[in-house]
């Protein structure tokens, strides 16, 4: 289905307004042309009482003039009002079907997978969400509108130049043609300039995006004139584009202007000559040069609503090819709603790839049972994180299985898989809400109380009371107002609350400091009972109260068994232990690689 017919299908949806609305400018640009009737009527009662008053006398026309006025008056207030119904009409067909675009496409958004958010944009997608939508937004108002109003225009002034003279509309006719001939050429030619426009005011924000979220970097390393100077040339692409584009805009209707005086001249040339020759009356050779303008302007806007047209069209593709890629994680049609889960995870034989023939992850065999706590380690890429974002099927396994009691994850519902598994992650990302909104953001019927107890199991619960306003404090754009300890606490916080049987914690208490480590770690260990637990962890605390530590090397795991097991076997964890851990109670990947862990 073409873009356009699917941006048209929006408001298609209101067809019966739609039709409201055509049968509105049928009747006003109908009323609209009595004056000029009305008008040239008059013009040739005064031609006749001119040339013979005594057959036509100056009362006669005086006393038609108050009803001739009365009923001009008449036609502009009624077509006024019927203007206004109808723009007001159209205009909310326009914001319904925007409506419902916007809905469709953040919809579409809050769909995709994470591989999709791995290789998008940010200001690509916000450039979509906001700049291609409103292009879309003038074709679905102004451009239906403008055409519609167009063509029921044309008919009917065609119409009435036909009733008044046949051979002088043939002669108002010959631009026609070459008016949409150079509409169509500037279509062709400007529509991949406005997909480039696009994509490089995508770039522009993009950038800007990235820059503005990275301004701490930026100044510490004293790259402003740098970045200056890359923003500058990005934007010069993009204002050498606008102006390209300008170019074909002001050349194309400037010819169609051409064509419109050449009619205009022929008109008067051959009009003025029938004129002479009573074969045309003055009052219809002047309701014919009104009308003639009537019927030419519509084609003098069809350059401006081709541009338009264009650009829509350039802003539809972008959409509509975003909304079409398909979630490469979803629900199967026949899948099933999980049920309450006792917390067993089994990884069987799991091989996992980003990008393609470059395994992260290699005939993983893993099997966890309910209740327990494994404790997962490896070098920076092994594939720690990658091993857990599979159990909420952040991603797919490229083969293998992960069964959780038995239900493989991709036969079941994504929304009952993942509301029964508590993910905290290492890069927090919080709202630019409240504090007790942050923590209940999976469960935002709970009650304050319950908002509180996870607090404080998460070490959180002091610190938020030192704010003034405590759990309603706002922590701003991505909690930049909270250090990176306290934003973990709530997000640990808010992981706790969903109350699940199977918790993830990549790397949760990277950001706090020991004491405080110590302190969540305590009430984290009670509230790992009958929880199953993956914990991606660099911490010696966590990893000797684990019940079992899994070590991963180059995708495989390379190690399995307790704190005293792996001691006793002398490899890789030992080497580990007595470098780093038995002196500073912390692995690095650094260290790690050093020791023969790395990949």
């Known amino acids: 289905m073409g873009y356009f017919t699917r941006t ?19 009747v006003t640009n109908y009323i609209q042309l009595i004056e000029p009737q009305i008008t040239a009527e008059i013009i040739n009662d005064i031609q006749d009482w001119i040339t013979d008053p005594i057959s036509n006398p100056a009362q006669t026309i005086l006393d038609k003039l108050p009803t001739s006025v009365l009923i001009i008056i008449a036609t502009i207030v009624i077509s006024s009002l019927l203007e206004y119904a109808r723009r007001y009409a159209i205009q909310y067909i326009g914001q319904k079907a925007v409506f419902n675009l916007r809905n469709d ?13 791995d290789e998008a944009q940010t200001g690509q ?32 002034v065609l119409g009435l130049l036909i009733s008044v003279d046949y051979r002088l509309t043939l002669l108002s006719l010959i631009p026609a043609p070459f008016v949409l001939l150079v509409s169509y050429r500037y279509n062709r030619v400007a529509r991949p300039l406005h997909r480039v426009r696009r994509r490089k005011l995508g770039d522009i924000e993009s950038f800007l995006q990235q820059n503005i979220t990275g301004i701490r970097v930026v100044r510490t390393f004293t790259q402003e004139g740098r970045e200056t100077q890359k923003y500058s040339e990005k934007n010069q692409e993009y204002m050498d584009l606008n102006l390209k584009t300008t170019r074909y805009r002001a050349m ?4 169609n202007d051409v064509f419109y005086s050449l009619a205009t001249v022929a ?6 000559s029938f004129l002479m020759g009573d074969m045309i009356s003055l009052g219809d050779l002047l309701l014919f040069t009104r009308m003639m303008m009537r019927l030419m302007q519509p084609l003098r806007f069809i350059s401006m609503l081709t541009g338009m047209y264009t650009s829509a069209m350039a802003g539809a593709e972008r959409v509509f090819g975003m909304m079409d890629q398909e ?89 009952s898989l993942r509301k029964q598994i508590g993910i905290s992650l290492q890069e927090v990302f919080l709202f630019s809400t409240t504090i007790k909104e942050n923590i209940a953001y999976g469960r935002p019927d709970t009650t304050l109380e319950e908002i509180i107890q996870v607090a404080k199991a998460a070490q959180a619960h002091d610190f938020i009371i030192s704010f003034p306003d405590g ?43 020991t004491e405080t480590e110590s ?17 991606i962890t660099q911490r010696l605390s966590t990893i000797k109260t684990a019940n079992r530590i899994i070590v991963l090397k180059d995708g495989k795991i390379g190690e399995a068994g307790t704190h005293e097991e792996l001691l006793a076997k002398n490899g890789i964890y030992t080497r580990i232990y007595k470098t780093q851990f038995a002196e500073e109670d912390l692995v690095t990947p650094e260290t790690f690689q050093s020791t023969g862990g790395g990949s």
């Not at 008109?267 to 003025?272: F, V």
Request: no cysteine; aromatic share 12%.
């Open 8 to 26: 048209m299908r929006y408001m298609i949806q209101y067809w019966q307004i739609l039709v409201f609305v055509v049968a509105l400018m049928g």
């Open 105 to 117: 496409l953040y919809q579409s958004l809050q769909e995709k997978s994470f591989s999709f958010y």
């Open 125 to 156: 997608l916000m450039s979509r969400v906001t700049h291609d939508v409103r292009s879309m937004q003038r074709i679905m108002s102004m451009w239906f509108a403008a055409f519609a109003n167009i063509f029921i225009s044309y008919v009917l």
């Open 252 to 255: 194309y209707p400037n010819l």
């Open 267 to 272: 008109l008067y040339w051959y009009g003025g």
């Open 327 to 415: 979630p490469a994680v979803k629900d199967r049609p026949d899948a099933i709603q999980l049920p309450p889960l006792k917390g067993e995870v089994i990884f069987e034989n799991v091989s996992f790839e980003y990008i393609k023939d470059k395994l992260v992850l290699e005939n993983v065999n893993l099997t966890v049972q309910p209740g327990e706590t494994i404790a997962i380690l490896g070098a920076t890429g092994s594939g720690k994180s990658t091993l857990i974002y599979l159990v909420p099927r952040f991603y797919d396994v490229t083969s293998g299985r992960v069964m959780l009691d038995g239900y493989d994850v991709q036969d079941v519902a994504l929304k």
């Open 471 to 513: 759990y309603d404090t706002f922590v701003g754009e991505r909690g930049v107002t909270l250090s990176g300890g306290q934003k973990q606490r709530i997000a640990i916080a808010r992981a706790l609350l969903m109350d699940p049987k199977i918790l993830i914690m990549d790397a949760s208490t990277s950001f706090v400091d």
């Open 519 to 535: 302190k969540i770690q305590k009430a984290l260990e009670a509230l790992f009972q009958n929880r199953t637990t993956l914990v």
